[in-house]
């Protein structure tokens, strides 16, 4: 059986280790999405508007995966304390004006994603809030065996729905992560619902290896998601429905299918 490789390419945000304040990336780490710099171990990083972001190697177990995140992690918080900043895990922050004069902290949805459900491509964010800047988690599966937007749709089951209850934070939906956003790929497919929360803890990390394979386990087997639960999980992301999310992950639990 094709062995699954799972990547990921995590946003984060800086912080002023006295002031606290969010402080751009820009013109502090390097690297560009056309050209993104080494760390060392096979992964890389860039800046992002203001984020930094780093991609990791596919990794083929769990072990590799949370090795790759863990060191990538490691690695940033070490340069930024040298310039006296910290790593933050929100996923949304606020920026004062002076850290988006630079051209690039205006950049937003430089590619197209688009939403498994509707196979419709997403509408270019907009920020309502101009201050406004968000990180993302993305995963990466290297899987031909399914359709991308297959695959997308079953990982919001076992990774979107979950989240509503794990990620204290909806307000980056106001500008990505909506239920079924993926991107197509050479190698299978990027899930972008996601954010950066799943960053927090060793445990978090090894979660979302595990639940990416379970997606997959779960289309092997012949398993496919009916319309009234595509409904469901729609909404449940969509509209950080907690109350709905604890309802299909109690489903699947009766079904012997655990979603965290």
């Known amino acids: 059986m094709t062995q699954v490789l799972v990547g990921a390419d995590p946003e984060l945000f800086l912080t002023d280790m006295n002031s606290k304040r969010f402080i751009s990336s820009i013109g502090k780490f390097g690297g560009t999405k056309h050209k993104p710099k080494s760390i060392g171990s096979g992964c890389l990083i860039q800046e992002d508007n203001v984020a ?5 190697p596919p990794s083929k177990s769990e072990e590799e995966f949370v090795k790759h995140i863990e060191y990538s992690l ?24 002076d850290q988006l004069e630079h051209p690039k902290a205006k950049e937003f949805g430089c590619e197209p994603d688009y939403n498994a459900w509707t196979q419709m491509r997403n509408p270019r964010p907009k920020a309502i809030d101009y201050s406004l800047r968000s990180c993302g988690g993305h995963i990466h599966v290297g899987c031909h065996e399914f359709d991308p937007f297959e695959m997308a749709r079953t990982m919001d089951l076992f990774l979107g729905v979950p989240s509503i209850t794990l990620d204290p934070n909806s307000k980056r939906r106001e500008l990505y992560g909506q239920a079924g956003a993926c991107r197509r790929k050479p190698y299978g497919v990027e899930y972008r619902v996601l954010s950066n929360f799943w960053l927090r803890t060793h445990a978090e990390i090894a979660w979302v290896f595990k639940q990416t394979q379970r997606s997959i386990e779960f289309l092997r087997i012949g398993n496919r998601l009916n319309v009234d639960d595509g409904i469901m999980i729609q909404e449940s992301i969509n509209t950080s429905n907690i109350s709905l999310a604890n309802k299909l992950m109690e489903k699947y639990d009766e079904l012997g299918i655990n979603l965290l």
Not at 52 to 56: G, K, L, Y
């Open 74 to 97: 490691a690695t940033l918080a070490d340069r930024a304390r040298k310039m006296d900043l910290n790593l933050s895990f929100t996923a949304t922050a606020n920026f004062d004006d």
């Open 52 to 56: 930094v972001e780093f991609n990791i």
